[in-house]
């Protein structure tokens, strides 16, 4: 690496820990490599408008935020309570149990960690507290815990983001998604189900029998998106950005004609909460776009792959370290920012080594996840935080069990990589 490089990384890094928006500090950077090296300024906008030109499956990022969005404003998230209280909400804990239920079924409307937080984790918690049979730092903390299962099962932003930065398959990256997504929520669900006897929470308020085909009826079209979305998908329908322009299509008109719970109102607040969201996630892909074509041009992939070979590294070793690494800087950097500047770093290392890339990317978003709930960067616990009014040192003293169930499952998929990579094989994947 040239001297001009490591100053730019220095200044990234600097400026980003100071408190300078993670884009801004990538313009910063990337703008004083172009000058320093003696390069055309104008290389900035044309790499990022070519880059941002040629990636359609980016639009796939608004609609989905999109449809979160109208999910969240129209009712579906009591909907969806509902149903899953049925379920299983006479279980010791049962508020819990529905909390981590609900973010299951969500996870496979939204793919946002945040949204799925916001709406039904916003929710339960709300209603944890009003029983007020279960503490207040526990409940925000199932919560909490619960979202990051938001963006593995399908749709997935986080791997949308993946696909663009390494050029896999969107389709093969949601399908590795489910089993994993699967094994988190069902980890969650047991390890609740263990406090809540050790800790004897009481049991959860049941529906009556007779109430679940009418509860059940209430939730049906909800429960419709994540099998219309995967059939679109798998069935050969649709590429996955045309899938997102159904899914908010599809969300708007449960919203407007069938649960007619979206006022003109709420509709014009919900398309400015989507583009300030989509809107910040573009500004960090336009810095990556930069930062990468910065990284090309000092040949950084080709030097690591050189330096590895002259290492004796296994694929296994490498995952762990790399993973380490990412549970690291997880307390520190955002999802979107370690998926756009860090993860690129690794992937030439990871095709030299025969990493699957699909089994790279699902493990890599799993971990990025986890590190949504690490203290002291948190952004879930913040989030619940600000919408509960729960102090953030009661989730933090709460949120290391779930924090450590969910490294074990992350360990569970590196060590055994057929978790991910047997769903989509079994479609036609042949990697």
């Not at 799925?116 to 279960?134: E, H, S, Y």
């Not at 059939?231 to 299509?249: K, S, V």
């Not at 069990?401 to 490294?407: D, M, R």
């Amino acid at each position: 690496m040239s001297v001009i490089f490591i100053l730019t990384l220095v200044a990234f890094f600097s400026l980003a820990l100071l408190g300078m928006p993670v884009a801004f500090a990538m313009f910063v950077a990337s703008i004083g490599y172009l000058v320093a090296s003696g390069r055309d300024v104008g290389l900035f906008s044309e790499q990022i408008l070519n880059g941002l030109y040629d990636s359609f499956v980016l639009l796939a990022v608004p609609l989905f935020i999109l449809a979160a969005n109208i999910m969240n404003a129209s009712g579906v998230s009591d909907r969806l309570f509902m149903f899953c209280q049925a379920l299983v909400g006479r279980f010791r804990g049962g508020l819990a149990q529905v909390d981590i239920l609900v973010s299951i079924i969500f996870s496979g409307m939204s793919g946002s960690a945040i949204a799925d937080a916001a709406g039904p984790g916003k929710l339960v918690t709300q209603m944890m507290i009003k029983q007020g049979r279960i503490p207040p730092g526990f409940a925000a903390s199932v919560a909490a815990s619960s979202a990051t299962i938001g963006p593995i099962i399908p749709p997935s932003i986080p791997m949308v983001i993946y696909a663009v930065v390494s050029d896999t398959s969107v389709g093969y990256l949601f399908l590795g998604g489910v089993i994993p997504g699967l094994i988190m929520g069902l980890a969650q669900m047991g390890l609740v189900g263990f406090v809540a006897r050790k800790r004897n929470f009481p049991r959860g308020e049941g529906i009556p029998l007779s109430e679940i085909p009418r509860t059940t009826y209430r939730a049906f079209p909800a429960l419709l998106m994540p099998v219309i979305l995967l059939y679109c998908i798998y069935g050969g329908a649709t590429t996955p950005t045309e899938a997102a322009a159904i899914a908010a299509a599809y969300a708007l008109v449960l919203a407007v004609l069938f649960y007619r719970e979206l006022s003109w109102k709420e509709g014009f607040k919900v398309l400015v909460e989507s583009s300030k969201a989509t809107s910040v996630v573009a500004l960090l892909i336009a810095g990556a776009m930069i930062f990468n074509y910065i990284v090309a041009s000092e040949r950084l992939p080709e030097q690591v792959g050189r330096l590895l070979d002259g290492l004796d590294v296994s694929p296994l070793v490498f995952l762990l370290l790399v993973n380490l690494l990412f549970l690291v800087l997880g307390c520190l950097f955002d999802a979107t920012t370690m998926l756009l500047v860090l993860v690129p770093l690794f992937l030439p290392a990871a095709r030299a080594l025969g990493i699957d890339l699909v089994h790279f990317g699902v493990v890599i978003v799993v971990n990025i996840m986890i590190g949504l709930i690490t203290p002291p960067y948190g952004v879930l616990l913040f989030v619940m935080s600000g919408l509960t009014g729960i102090a953030l040192r009661d989730i933090i003293r709460e949120i290391w069990a779930f924090i450590g169930i969910l490294v074990a499952a992350l360990l569970l998929m590196i060590f055994v990589p057929e978790v991910v990579l047997w769903l989509p094989r079994y479609f036609g994947y042949k990697g």
